[in-house]
């Protein structure tokens, strides 16, 4: 009798061990038949306020214009969002390799990016600024002879190349905008070029740092980015339009920009 008792638990025990291997391994993009229950990756790169930066006060909260945007439209869809932070030039990498849904980053959609990606409707536009501690630095004409850095894989590096057309300087490209801050702050950079609302808020935080606008450049629109032939750009697109019309997207970029438009 004993046996038999022995022999029935056994079969229990194997059949529950069973099924919890059947659970499947959550994906990087973890879709179910219920939309509610889907999470999707978003990959940024979280040095770029007020776009998306890590807020200290918060815990190492990563909050910003972007992520107040992607929470947002994912609300909104009924998707739930999971945050990988990383270096601005391994974003596009990411979705290409399957690691993230979707990168919001204060990116621009140029022709050489949309070869490997797609991109929303641009949400937001921005101008380029030259940074710099030095204050004889008042014009591009200023640069010749000096060093200037870029963030790596930005669109502010396209724009270093452009003035190298007609000016001579020597650019170096760093991972992160705070990088860029602190090399110019310890002399070892004359100047950087970064985006107006960025740059304003290094500026507020850094007196000695000083800035103009860098004239005649493309367009810095932000779009949100995604694999190839995604079905969420249609769906984040349709939810950014109605975001445009109801308002909603001109009280964000009051919020973080404290622009009213």
């Known amino acids: 009798m004993k046996r038999n008792l022995f022999s029935i638990y056994f079969i229990i025990v194997i059949a529950f ?14 879709t179910g038949s219920d ?8 990959a940024t790169s979280a ?18 214009f972007d992520i107040d ?21 391994g974003l596009i990498p990411a979705l290409d390799s399957g690691k ?17 990606v797609d991109f929303s409707d641009e949400y937001y536009a921005a101008q380029q600024l030259i940074v710099s501690k030095d204050k004889k630095i008042k014009s591009v004409d200023d640069l010749e002879g000096k060093t200037i850095g870029v963030q790596l894989a930005s669109i502010q590096e396209k724009e270093a190349d452009k003035l190298l057309k007609d000016h001579k300087f020597e650019v ?23 985006e107006d609302a960025v740059a304003y808020e290094f500026l507020k935080k850094n007196k000695d740092l000083s800035s103009f606008a860098l004239l005649n450049t493309d367009a810095a629109g932000s779009a949100i980015a995604f694999p190839k032939d995604s079905e969420l750009t249609k ?12 308002g909603t ?3 964000l970029v009051e919020k973080w920009f404290g622009v009213k438009k």
């Open 17 to 30: 061990l069973a099924g919890c291997g059947a659970v499947e391994e959550k994906s990087a993009s973890n």
């Open 35 to 42: 939309s509610s229950e889907k999470t999707l990756i978003m």
């Open 47 to 64: 040095d770029y306020p007020p776009y998306e930066y890590v807020e200290t006060a918060k815990g190492g909260e990563i909050v910003g």
């Open 69 to 89: 945007v992607a929470n947002h439209i994912a609300k909104k869809l009924g998707y739930k969002v999971e945050i990988k932070d990383m270096d601005f030039n």
């Open 100 to 116: 993230a849904d979707f990168v919001i980053a204060g990116m621009t959609p140029n022709e050489e990016r949309r070869k490997t």
């Open 172 to 194: 170096v490209q760093r991972n992160k905008v705070t990088e860029l801050v602190q090399e110019m702050k310890s002399n070892r950079v004359d100047a950087a070029i970064i």
């Open 235 to 246: 769906e984040f697109n349709e939810e950014l339009n109605k975001m445009k019309e109801d």
């Open 249 to 251: 997207l001109d009280k």
